[in-house]
């Protein structure tokens, strides 16, 4: 089963709005929340990560929110541009331990 | 991508043939990595290397192998292909010792069993 279960599966914006994407976990070991962001024909690439001890973490117009104890997380981009146009996945892993788990990926489209 | 290699980039083969993906880094990072990606699926690991000769099972190992003869190359086999295999394959590498934190993918590698 999946262990890390993301949504929506595709979100349409218009330029300027704030899309949001939810990531809900169930292991309770995991201790990294990264998320990666990934172009058509590229490999993902890591955008933001965070560590339970935070409950928000910034990066320019990137923003994630954690919720330890719903086990949830979710991005956040502000004043979204066609550029951010792409597939978004979140993931949880263990410290020191090599099987990140991902989330299904949501498709982001920025309309201009 | 990082440093990341992957060949073939693109590839077509039947069902039942063997089939090598290779990834080549120049980071001299310890820690290799191979994902496939399906859709509603995500990524998930195949296999992965901490070192020259030690590799390790992930989550979807079942029909693959793999071999790291060099710190820069890490192989992946697909000893007889199904249509299950068909799908997109990303070599990682990773620069924090221990984890699998931060990343780094390379370009991916369409892989279509007919």
């Known amino acids: 089963q999946q262990q890390v279960k993301q949504s929506p599966q595709s979100l349409i914006v218009q330029k300027g709005g704030i899309p949001i994407i939810n990531c809900a976990y169930e292991?309770?070991?995991?201790?990294?929340f990264p998320w990666y962001q990934q172009f058509p024909g590229k490999g993902p690439a890591l955008l933001i990560a965070?560590?339970?001890?935070?409950s928000e973490k910034k990066e320019g117009r990137f923003t994630i929110s954690f919720n330890k104890s719903a086990k949830q997380f979710s991005l956040h981009i502000m004043d979204s541009q066609p550029g951010d146009s792409a597939t978004y996945f979140c993931?949880?892993?263990?410290?020191?331990?090599?099987?990140?788990?991902f989330g299904a990926g949501t498709r982001l489209t920025v309309k201009p | 991508d990082a440093g990341i290699t992957q060949s073939p980039r693109h590839k077509v083969t039947e069902t039942g043939t063997p089939v090598t993906l290779r990834c080549h880094q120049t980071?001299?990072?310890?820690?290799m990595y191979w994902y496939r990606q399906d859709p509603g699926h995500g990524l998930r690991l195949i296999h992965y290397?901490?070192?020259?000769?030690?590799?390790d099972k992930g989550e979807v190992s079942d029909g693959y192998s793999v071999s790291r003869s060099k710190t820069e190359d890490f192989l992946l086999t697909l000893e007889s292909a199904t249509s299950s295999q068909t799908s997109v394959y990303f070599c990682?590498?990773?620069?924090?010792?221990?984890?699998?934190?931060?990343?780094?993918f390379g370009s991916g590698t369409q892989l279509s069993v007919l």
């Open positions: 990682a590498i990773s620069d924090i010792q221990g984890t699998n934190e931060k990343l780094f």
């Open positions: 292991n309770t070991a995991f201790d990294y």
């Open positions: 965070i560590r339970p001890d935070v």
């Open positions: 993931a949880a892993s263990k410290s020191f331990n090599n099987d990140m788990r």
């Open positions: 980071e001299n990072h310890r820690y």
């Open positions: 290397s901490y070192g020259v000769k030690d590799t």
